[in-house]
């Protein structure tokens, strides 16, 4: 059974530039998640989608918004990229019932964003 | 709010010792509660879960018990390897929070031969 794949594995951009981001869950999965991790921050919790809808979202300015398709896979973009945007972006997915996750959420090696 | 608190690290250990790993949470109602570990330069796995008061999630040695009355999850195994070096996250399910877990700050260890 294939695991959370994301897309590309690393980057490197320029600040002023938009970058996409992607992730294709678990085959049957359908709740996609984003998290953003630093040294400094931690993980924090971005969105989440489920049906092509966001159901949950965290803390961060509009330039981080994301999407979800028909098949369930992930897209997430940030625009005007900053400095501080440098990270690991994570997306997990889960086999949910409900809003109710039943084994709890699998994690992709994550893309490796780098703001120059 | 909710969230979740580790004790800090790095914790450095000789092969074959017994490790435990603090984690205390802050929740309304009944979270879930996991912890995961992430080793260089790859994502988070899930190394196992509890979701209701007193049970055991265990896994390839390790094992955490869901303590409502101390409010805790904490992390043991009885004989650490070498391979078991990495990063150790606790994190939380909020009740009706559909996506979002809340992390603690991570704990690394260091075992050593």
């Known amino acids: 059974k294939a695991g959370v794949t994301q897309t590309p594995r690393y980057l490197i951009k320029t600040r002023g530039q938009q970058v996409t981001l992607s992730c294709s869950p678990i085959s049957g999965h359908r709740s996609v998640s984003w998290y953003q991790q630093t040294p400094g921050q931690g993980l924090q919790f971005l969105f989440e989608?489920?049906?092509?809808?966001?159901?949950n979202k965290g803390n961060f300015p509009g330039r981080f918004s994301g999407r979800q398709f028909s098949n369930s896979r992930s897209e997430m973009n940030v625009s005007t990229l900053e400095l501080g945007d440098s990270a690991l972006y994570l997306c997990?997915?889960?086999?949910?019932?409900?809003?109710?996750?039943?084994?709890?959420?699998?994690f992709g090696s994550g893309t490796r964003l780098t703001v120059v | 709010g909710n969230s979740v608190t580790q004790m800090e690290g790095p914790v450095t250990l000789s092969e074959e010792a017994f490790l435990t790993i603090n984690c205390t949470y802050t929740a309304t109602g009944y979270p879930s509660l996991f912890w995961y570990v992430q080793y260089p330069g790859e994502g988070l796995q899930l190394l196992l879960k509890?979701?209701?008061?007193?049970d055991k999630g265990s896994n390839k040695g390790f094992e955490a018990t869901y303590r409502k009355e101390t409010t805790s999850f904490h992390l043991e195994k009885g004989s650490v390897q070498v391979s078991d070096s990495a990063v150790y996250f606790c994190a939380l399910h909020g009740s009706g929070n559909t996506g979002k877990l809340i992390f603690g700050q991570g704990t690394t260890l260091q075992v050593k031969p």
């Open positions: 989608y489920f049906s092509e809808t966001q159901r």
């Open positions: 997990a997915s889960s086999f949910t019932r409900g809003i109710e996750s039943l084994y709890g959420y699998t």
């Open positions: 509890a979701t209701k008061a007193d």
